[in-house]
Structures are given as structure tokens and as C-alpha cells.
């Protein structure tokens, strides 16, 4: 069982993951190579002078990889939780557990609304429904969580990485038993 699994690897989902795998959790990516910012040319990104959208998505997951979230491309047809102790999750290639599932699946509300997960109406411009989330992240399913756009944050990538770097904390912070903190410091030279 992984302790936690992210659907979608665009900013939010490989910021998520890699919060989560740093930390030390078993981290499950179940991506569909189906974001949004693979057509997206940044100049707004903090940190990034400019970069192609598809650049930026490899090198959110190589970060994640790097502290050993596993990356697997598949699709994702459903998540259900298993009397209140994990969520599966189903996919094209069979299923997977977890203790905690976040959804990050961009303008994407199909598999909230496949899986039962109460949606509302957007608030960006082209982002009709969304997942109605409380202010930690957490969905209508225990153990579901969302981040990014699909969680109703603005497109820009800046944003959705934060909003899956918060929600990743919120998880975090409830495996943990307290509140989860993570900073690194210089290392002297």
C-alpha cells in the first residue's frame, strides 16, 4: 500500500508528490500525460526566467523521482474509499491503495464526478466545474483530496504547484500526526 498516490503529474500533481516523497511517504504518480501545460510557453513562473510547458512538467517529475515518487502513465477510471482505512484507486492497468489520494487533474472533473466526489461551478475563465474542496484540500471522500485547477485555483502554473505543495502539507500533516514542516538549509561549502 502506498501512503500517498497523486493523480496527475502536471504542476500541482509532481509539487505534491514531491512534498510527499521527500517527506519520506511512499508516493504512487498515475498520470495521463493529458496536462494542460504541455502547450503552455511560461514567463511567470517565480524562479524561471522562461520555459517551455513541456520542460517544466519533466523537470516537476524528475524532482519528485528524485526522492522516490514512483511515476506510472496510465488512466485513471475511478477512486472509492475502502471502509474509511484506504482509497483504491482504478486505472486502464488494474488498482492501487493508499491512505490518501490527491486529484490534480487540471480543467478535468471527470473522474470527481465517475467517482461520486461532489464538483461545484468554476470560477476561472473555460473552468466550468470544479471539486469542491474545504481550505486544507480535502474532498466529499475520506481520504480524497484536490489541488491545483481542478480544486478551483487559477491555470497559471505558479499557483496550481503551490495549491498541490499545500495540499501535500495538509496530507502530510494528518499522516504525521502534527503539523509537517519542511526546510532545507545551505549546506556549508
Known amino acids: 500500500m502506498y501512503d500517498v498516490i497523486i493523480v496527475g503529474a502536471g504542476p500541482a500533481g ?3 508528490a514531491l512534498f510527499t516523497a521527500k517527506a519520506g511517504k511512499k508516493t504512487l504518480v498515475l498520470d495521463s500525460d493529458q496536462s494542460m501545460t ?3 510557453w511560461v514567463e511567470n513562473h517565480y524562479g524561471v526566467p522562461e520555459v517551455e510547458g513541456p520542460e517544466l512538467l519533466q ?15 496510465t488512466q485513471v477510471n475511478n477512486v472509492k ?6 482509497v483504491i484507486v482504478e486505472t486502464d492497468d488494474g488498482s492501487y491503495e493508499a491512505k490518501h489520494v490527491i486529484i ?13 466526489i461532489k464538483t461545484t461551478e468554476g470560477k476561472e475563465p473555460r473552468i466550468k466545474t470544479i471539486i469542491d474542496t474545504d481550505d486544507a484540500g480535502k474532498t466529499s471522500i475520506q481520504g480524497v483530496w484536490a489541488a491545483g485547477t481542478v480544486a478551483g485555483v487559477s491555470v497559471h502554473t ?7 505543495a499545500k495540499v501535500a ?16 538549509v545551505l549546506k556549508s561549502k
Do not use: C, P
Open 104 to 116: 490534480t487533474t487540471g480543467g478535468n472533473t471527470k473522474l470527481a464526478e465517475t467517482s461520486g
Open 38 to 40: 504541455k502547450a503552455a
Open 14 to 16: 509532481a509539487s505534491a
Open 158 to 164: 505558479i499557483i496550481t504547484a503551490g495549491d498541490g
Open 81 to 86: 474509499n475502502e471502509k474509511d482505512q484506504s
Open 169 to 184: 502539507i495538509n496530507v502530510l500533516t494528518e499522516l504525521n500526526g502534527e503539523r509537517y514542516v519542511d526546510h532545507d
Open 59 to 73: 523537470t516537476g517529475k524528475e524532482q519528485a523521482q528524485k526522492f522516490g515518487a514512483e511515476m506510472v502513465k
